[in-house]
């Protein structure tokens, strides 16, 4: 058989297609693949012959994996493996043309593989652009917007279309994933979408304007919610990052981002008082910076939030016009005294050591100012390490850096605190000369590469991000991470942990229970006794010289590491901890070498409880159908409110973009998985599933509604839910006899796939039906049944029918769970009786 050439007296296609027909509905799929093995090498023209095959195939499905039309394309492609001589070559150019039109046809089928193979077979790429792009623009003009981006794509198109004409539409049909595949690997393009992106965050923009240019398109609510500046601007950001966009080519986002920062900076300090006026001052000048909107912005602001008098300091500092001035900052200006028209003056002395106030409240670095040390120079640099890097130490690592509110995506360190017996060393990365320094980067690695020393740190990974972005020889040769106690890890089995307490001390550590702290602040006060004072925490750490109150601290935020370090490993039990803390950095270096491995990172689906932020709804109703507890975050709701659930219910959250590193930072490392906006919501749910090691079974399917999460349903026999539509009004009495009659004939025949007590393949909780109130048909949560949803046509052949009980929701069975098993039939764990079943 595999040297079998074709024969010159060909078999009709048409014969071999009915044939292969035949076998496919009998699902005799092993004589399937001998047939058509054979019934190709005896057709006379194979490649022709398959086009007639694919063309005449009933059933063919747009996007379908599992018809009869992919099976034989399979089996070609395998066919043509062992005889390289059937190629277009060998047919004359004018045959060859024909044939690759004819398949062009076929390729709205945008089910990859089944486009792949015939771009392949048919060798479409080499055919003249000019007729590829007009079979695009064809796809267009019918609307067929995805799938003319698609094969645009593969057939490497992009630069002959123009880019609005294919991606508005797209973004409008809230497919922006596609439209960025559509210009990723073209410079000019990518820079084309994310300025046209930016062009509809302005603040005037009517994204009604944009729509009329295409009445033909059908827009939902949905799709047309996501078109606002909000939303646009995160995507801007997120994809000047991705393609490495100069953020000069979008003002209007950026204007966006820093306007939006300017009146968080307000609310933070004017109305929750979170943040000191010097502080504050400082982040406003970095905003604004020499915008004159922003800065007529913060003087409307200030009108607002604060004080008449200091809009008009700002706005003397600033020169605004008169006539953007706010009603009366002007006069206010007139009268103010020569000493208040200049803001700031000369910084006040601090002492290093706090208030008495400030002591009884908050943490305390247990060290004088003597023991801090600055380093900005190699000479300082070598002091530093030789205590640092004794063998056997033990060193508090924290880093500072500026706050850019978003505006810039990854920041670069500007201070290193490094805490060592009981000195603090303070590395001052915003000199330039000592940053880039030689020494300064084999100093860093030696530190993190060397195993004998103790390197603690509190959610570290995101110091390590601005490790990377600060030296890029760290991205050349990767820094190896060796002894490194991450105390993010074990903060929450602390926190599980009961913990025999004084009797005025707490009894229980729990997570922001009778405290407002959180992450490290809260591990200190439940450790030593008090908090830290996190006031510059937000602070400019990059204006030099720093304030005594910014060095007190960075000081603190290491040397409490090292006091928390030492209670722990003082008294292990207490914290519900192993007696040797180094054995929890073994296994923390283990898992991060083995990432990959699967038992790492198991969860069952039971156990799996997430949060979609409102960017993943399609991911959310995918891992729903799959029997996820899921919730998913409406279009108006803020990412934090991600966090508070994950926080208060013990969900996962799944995000993508730039929420994610603010929500990672609320809920600990592990607990926030990000991913690639762009993929296919299909594909993201098989990869959170993977990701958490979930086994999924076919009776997973539909356990939840798909409504509203609940994961209970009652099952309704016909004849009741005959009596119910009836009662209601939804069915008339003269249609009885019928349906009677009807019900007869069906109850001879059992309708295929229905069990009486409960469907094959929904795993999920049973509620018994005299839990439904025979009167008003609503259940014990006062959710009635949903009976307007079902048609009466269906009650001829559906037997029992399944209801939630939480929102009244009506469910049959019908070929949607097929559709689902088959799009996640790679990943679903199928037991050998249940694959037989499918096959009845």
């Known amino acids: 058989m595999n040297n079998t050439t074709p024969e010159t007296v060909g078999l009709d296609p048409v014969v071999l297609r009915d044939q292969l027909f035949m076998l496919w509905n009998q699902k005799d799929l092993q004589t399937l693949h001998l047939a058509a093995l054979q019934g190709f090498s005896k057709q006379s023209e194979p490649l022709e012959a398959l086009l007639t095959i694919l063309e005449g195939c009933p059933g063919r499905q747009k996007g379908r994996s599992h018809t009869l039309g992919h099976h034989v394309l399979f089996e070609f492609q395998t066919w043509m493996k062992e005889l ?3 190629t277009l070559s060998s047919l004359s150019e004018q045959q060859a043309l024909a044939l690759q039109r004819r398949a062009l046809n076929l390729l709205i089928d945008t089910q990859a593989s089944f486009v792949d193979g015939l771009i392949n077979i048919y060798q479409l790429n080499s055919l003249d652009p000019a007729i590829l792009v007009l079979y695009i623009m064809n796809l267009m003009s019918l609307r067929c917007y995805k799938e003319a981006a698609v094969l645009s794509v593969k057939l490497k198109l992009q630069k002959d279309l123009n880019m609005e004409e294919m991606c508005v539409p797209l973004i409008l049909q809230n497919k922006l994933p596609l439209a960025e595949s559509f210009v990723t690997g073209h410079y000019h393009l990518e820079q084309q979408l994310v300025t046209l992106l930016d062009s509809w965050c302005h603040a005037y923009f009517s994204v009604d304007e944009i729509s009329r240019r295409y009445p033909r398109l059908s827009l939902t609510k949905h799709c047309m919610s996501q078109i606002q500046p909000k939303l646009l601007a995160k995507h801007v950001f997120r994809l000047m990052e991705k393609f490495n966009i100069d953020q000069g080519l979008c003002p209007n986002a950026l204007h966006k981002r820093r306007l939006d920062s300017l009146r968080f900076l307000m609310y933070k300090t004017f109305v929750e008082k979170g943040m000191t006026e010097e502080i504050w001052s400082d982040h406003v000048q970095y ?15 200030l009108v607002r939030y604060s004080d008449i008098q200091k809009a008009a300091q700002w706005a003397l500092r600033y020169n605004i016009p008169r006539n953007r001035l706010p009603c009366g900052v002007w006069e206010t200006q007139q009268d103010l005294p020569p000493d208040l028209q ?9 002492d290093w050591i706090p208030s008495q106030s400030h002591c009884q409240k908050f943490y305390q670095v247990p060290l004088t100012k003597d023991k801090v040390h600055y380093v900005d120079s190699p000479e300082a640099l070598q002091r530093c390490r030789n205590i640092v890097l004794k063998e056997g130490g033990v060193v508090g690592v924290d880093m500072e850096w500026q706050p850019t509110f978003g505006c810039i995506s990854t920041q670069r360190v500007a201070l290193i605190q490094l805490a060592a017996l009981d000195q603090v060393f303070l590395l001052d990365l915003c000199v330039a000369g000592f940053c880039q320094h030689p020494g300064t980067v084999s100093f860093i690695r030696s530190l993190f590469s060397d195993r004998s020393i103790i390197k603690l740190g509190y959610g570290m990974s995101g110091d390590i991000k601005c490790l990377l972005a600060t030296w890029q020889q760290l991205l050349e040769e990767p820094l190896k991470m060796e002894g490194v106690l991450d105390l993010l890890k074990i903060h929450p089995k602390i926190q599980r942990q009961k913990i025999n307490r004084p009797q005025n001390g707490p009894k229980e550590v729990l997570v922001g229970e009778g405290s407002s702290e959180k992450g490290l602040s809260l591990l200190v006060q439940q450790v030593l006794k008090k908090p830290l004072d996190k006031t510059e925490q937000m602070s400019n750490w990059e204006k030099r010289p720093l304030r005594i109150s910014q060095i007190r601290y960075a000081v603190a935020d290491a040397c409490c590491l090292l006091e928390v370090y030492s209670v722990l490993s003082g008294n292990p039990d207490q914290f519900g901890l192993p007696s040797d803390l180094r054995s929890i950095m073994s296994r923390q270096s283990e898992k991060r070498g083995d990432k990959k491995k699967k038992e790492e990172k198991s969860c069952d689906k039971e156990h ?14 995918y891992l729903r159908c799959l029997g996820v507890d899921v919730i998913m975050l409406e279009n108006t709701d803020d990412h934090r409110v991600a966090a508070k659930l994950a926080q208060a219910e013990g ?35 098989a990869r959170v599933l993977r990701h958490f090691n979930v086994q999924l079974k076919p009776c997973d399917i539909f356990s939840r509604c798909q409504a509203c999460n609940s994961d209970q349903y009652t099952a309704v026999p016909r004849k009741d839910m005959v009596r119910m539509l009836k009662q209601k009004g939804f069915l008339q009495d003269d249609s009885d006899h019928t349906h009677q009659q009807e019900e007869g004939k069906l109850d001879d025949f059992p309708t295929r796939g229905v069990i009486p007590e409960i469907p094959r393949y929904v795993e999920c909780q049973w509620a018994p039906l005299s839990e439904l109130d025979p009167d008003t048909l609503t259940f014990p949560g006062g959710a009635p049944i949903q009976l307007h949803t079902v048609p009466p046509a269906l009650l001829p052949r559906i037997s029992l029918f399944y209801v939630c009980t939480r929102c009244g929701k009506v469910f049959w069975e019908g070929t949607h769970y097929g559709h689902v098993l088959s799009m996640f039939h790679d990943i679903l764990h199928i037991t050998d009786t249940e694959a037989e079943a499918q096959q009845h």
């Open 84 to 86: 390289p001589q059937v």
């Open 287 to 301: 905003v604004v910076a020499d915008d004159l909107e922003l800065r007529i912005s913060l003087v409307e602001l």
């Open 342 to 350: 200049h803001i700031g003056g000369s910084a006040q002395t601090e």
């Open 608 to 621: 799996l409880r997430v949060v979609c932020d409102n960017m993943l709804q399609g991911l959310g109703r």
């Open 651 to 685: 969900r996962f959250i799944l995000t993508c973009g730039q929420p994610y590193q603010t929500l990672r930072s609320q809920v600990g490392e592990g607990r926030c998985l990000s991913l690639d906006c762009a993929e296919k919501a299909r594909d993201q749910a």
